[in-house]
Structures are given as C-alpha cells and as structure tokens.
C-alpha cells in the first residue's frame, strides 16, 4: 500500500497546491533529491502534468458540489471554499487570488453544466498527449468529451488569463509563497530538520522534518544534547538526552538517570520506510462538500509542512492522539510506556514514494552515533514501491530480486557501521496489494458520494490514464497484472526473508516478518469494522489510521512472542519516573 508519489518537490507542489486552488503550472521548482537531474525530463514533465491534472479536477469538482449542496452558485462556492481555508500560512489570501484570476471563466464554464474533466481540458491543465485518449475521471457528456471541451473552448476563447497561463512558471513565484516553498523544498530534499540550530539533526519545531518525525531536540544551543545518547555523567546537572530524567536524588544522592535508566536497555525505535510508514493522508473532508466546515482545514498547514504525511500519528512513530480519526497506537509508544527511560528516543525516517533503493539515500539521515548513543530497533519497511510505479510498462519498471538484494544488503552494510552494538533490525515483506482492488473498486470515492457518479474503479483508471497512478500493477481492472505484481512482491519478500536467516552483522541481529495484513483485518473484523475501512479513503491505496494504529498491535505481539530480547525488558522504575518527572517534558 506505497506510493512512488513524487521523487521530486515539483511534484509535491504540484499535487498539494492544486489542492488549494493552486493549480498553475509548476515547472522546475527544483530537481529530484534522488535522480541528481538539474533539468527536468519528458517523464517528470508527464508526472507533473498529470498531478497537475488530478488537482484541477478534485478542485473543480469539490467547487461544483458545494455549490449544489448549499444551492449556491458558482461564485458563491468559491468564495465558500476560500473562507473555509486558514489564515495560517496566507492560504486564504492566496486562495482568493487564485480565485479572482480563474474564477471568472471557471463560473461561465460551470453555469453552462461543464463537468471538472471538461474544465480543466478547456483551462489546459489536463492535457491530451498525441495519440492519446482524453483522460477523465466522470463518465464522459451526452455529445462526447472532445465535442463537450471545443464547446468549452469557444465560450472560454477570448480569456486572456488562459491565454497568459504559460507564462507562469511556479506559484512559488508569489510572495507570500516564495520562502515557505523553499522551507518545504529543502526538508523534502534533505529529510532533515529545516530549523535544526546545532546541526544535531533534532530539532525544537514540529513540521518540516521536525519533532513531528524524530523526539524533540531539548537544547537548540548543545550539539551534543539530544533524543537518545547514552547519558553524560549520568545527566547529573543537565538532561543530555531529553528523556526528561535528570538531577540526583536529595535522599540518598544518588543521579536519578543512574537510578532508573543504568540497567533499563534504554533503546530506542528507527523506521525506514515509505509513505504508509510516514503516514500519508488526505482527509477525505477536503474533498466531501457535505463534511465542509470552517474547522475542515484546521491542520492544513501541519499538513503542509509535513509533506501530506502525519508521522506523529504512525503506527512506528506515533505520539500525539490522533485528529484524523481512528487512535493513535505506536511500537514507540509502547516501548516507551515499558521503559520511560526511553522517552523521545524515535526516528521515523520515511518518505512518499520510498523504495529499496531509495532508501540508500535516504538512511544518511539517520541520526545515531555508534560510540555514544544507545542501541536501536530499525524497522525497515519499504512495503510496496518496488513493485508499484504508475508507468504503462509497471512490470519492466519493478525492482528484480537481484536489485532488491544488492539495495538491502547496501543498507544492512551502512546499518552495521552507525548503529551501537546490540541493535535490532527487523526487515517487513511487502504487503499483498489485491486487497486494494478486491475491496474498494465498486464503492463509491469520496469525490462520488455526493452524486454517485465515481467510484474508485473510475478513479483507478483515471490515475492510470495519467500514468501518475501510485500503483498500476494493483490499482488495475487487469487481474493478470494484479496478480504478477503480487508474484513480484512475493519474491521480493523473500529475498528480505533469506537475508534475514543467512546474513550476520556486528552491530545488530535481524530478523523477518510478512506485512501481517491479514492478522490486521481479523482485529478489526474482530472490533466490528469493515476490511475497506483499512485503506486511505481519498488515494484508495495507503493504509488508514485504522490500518496504523492496529499494525502497532500485531507487530508488538509477534515481537514479544517471537523475540522478547528486542524490546528490552519492563523497567520496574516506571512508576517512580512518573512519579517524580510526570510527563518528562512532553513529546
């Protein structure tokens, strides 16, 4: 359940914005942090074109439904939308702008009953390449989508606004937007802490690769103060760690970190991963002019700023109570509630579109010191995008066995030469994705609910058609190639497996477990739920918060049955810890 969404943050800004009414042309906004390209190729202008169109057409969409929902005009369903977007970050204000440009052609367009794929056909922000078919994502109109988009033309034809488009070139442009697309540029190219003052790589802001993703960083001024180093003199002045235990105890002088933490196995929880792992989520609210309110985008400049993923809500790393439904369950929170020596000690070093060798990039964010700091438990989980691509020849494009051992093996390699001795790595198969088909694509998408006119097998194709599907070979009518990439991703699973059983390492003892999908859709049916309730309502692809939090369970149990040593042993100290430093300065 991964997306290979965006290797780029041109694409990022290219989905997200379109989101926000945003949807002029981002061209060449930066390179891909992994391809290294200073200029932009036929495939990523395809890939950008295609997110380009995705969002022109969830807008439009969203603007014509609530305008039929509140019995409104067009207009009035602009100036809705908008003044539902936050203040934060200027989103209303541009929002507005954007609107004042489109919003009269997009009214006359829409007054005359043109739907979102003819729209955006018409403002050329989907485009039809030679020798394609047009894409769209409604049934087509009564006269045909081709005679439906010249009929729209000729109303739009004397627009100098459509006219102008192609001048410009990124909606980072604008002033307003300008110094946060570079924020958001250098946390999706870096995966490190935009505001990291001592260069620790913990930081004391929440988004933009921030505490949100690894513990929070105590002390901006001290490179050598933060989230999980074994203890500087036993934190007798200073908490060195920021697991809020420090000072010495008045009764019997003793440092309390001694006391409490010396014999615990403090560790701490590592995730490299992809986007199911950092949590990508587009609440369906944004998109449901029924469920549209002034607090309907209340997090979206958390969402903003943390690339569309909400780590602080994941199943590896998760911290907070979760505001996107569902609950929050973490194996951080649960190592941390049987040793609260381990407070803030997690990283989740994950990305959208993350892959075997993808990885080997991005693992040289990790933030571990061999010498000085404790022992980790690495859960690497890269559980789809090896075999998920939305090309037209997925299967050409899967990474082979052989590929997949020589990624895995550079990253065990590099694993061994940063992580303290008595580490753990725990390598996770790739999940079987047929379940995404098999229980979502006669149900209608949150974009069909209002009408019922879309359904996630409309979706799947439309996305497919694009080639900017997260997943082809899955998101797919075809069951042959529903079945191949499953066959694919067995093979590459057990190539995780074999490693696991045949390869030693100095720094930690591995192991393997299968994406236990299936153990997760029995606890659920087990609570009275439903197996679609366990996928990513509006990308019908990523797991759910549902999907997340009930992961932590079965992973933590199969972990404690089969190797207890990983997760250490239960402090007996916990309840004079809380007792004496409550929450430990929080997360």
Known sequence: MRSRMNGSWQMFAA?????LLLTLPLKGVSASPLSGKAQPTLDSDRIHNGYTCVGCVLVVSVIEQLALFHNATAKAAIERLCNYLPEILNLQGICILIAEIYGPELIKLLTNKMN????????????????????????????????????ANRIVRNSKVLKNIAGVSSICTLPPLAKLCEKIAYAIKNKLPYEDFDGDKFSAFPTLRGYHWRGRDCNEGKATVYPGRRPDNWDVERDSNCNGIWGVDPKDGIPYEKKFCKDAESKGIILLGDSAGAHFHIPPEWMTAAQ?????????????????????????????????????DSLYLRLRRRNRCNHRDFQNISENGGSSKSLLD??????????????????????????????????AHMTTPKQMHSNVMQT???????????????????????????????????LGQLNKDVTYEQMYSFLNCLQVSPCRGWMSSNETLRNLTSERAFQLSNVLKEIASSEKFASFDIFYMDYPLGKIADEWHKLGGEAWQLIEPVDGFHPSQITSALGAHVIWQTALSEWPHVLGKENPFNNQIEDVFKNQGGH
């Open 15 to 19: 989905q997200f914005f379109s989101l």
């Open 116 to 151: 979102a794929d003819v729209v955006c056909h018409s403002f050329k922000l989907c485009k039809q390449n030679s020798g394609q078919p047009f894409c769209h994502l409604y049934p087509p109109p009564e006269v045909g989508l081709n005679k439906a988009v010249r009929k």
């Open 292 to 328: 549209m309110s002034l607090k309907t985008f209340s997090d979206l400049p958390v969402a903003l700023t943390n690339e569309l993923d909400w780590p602080h809500f994941s199943g590896t790393t998760g911290f907070l109570n979760s505001t996107i439904g569902g609950w929050t």
């Open 362 to 395: 991005l693992m040289k964010s990790l933030a571990r010191n061999q010498l000085l700091d404790n022992p980790a438990i690495v859960i690497y989980a890269a559980i789809g995008n090896d075999v998920c691509n939305g090309k037209a020849d997925t299967v």
């Open 412 to 446: 065990l390699q590099y694993l061994n030469s940063r992580l303290p001795n008595g580490s753990h790595v725990i390598l996770t198969g790739l999940v079987d994705g047929r379940f995404l088909w098999d229980q979502l694509h006669k149900r209608y998408h949150p």
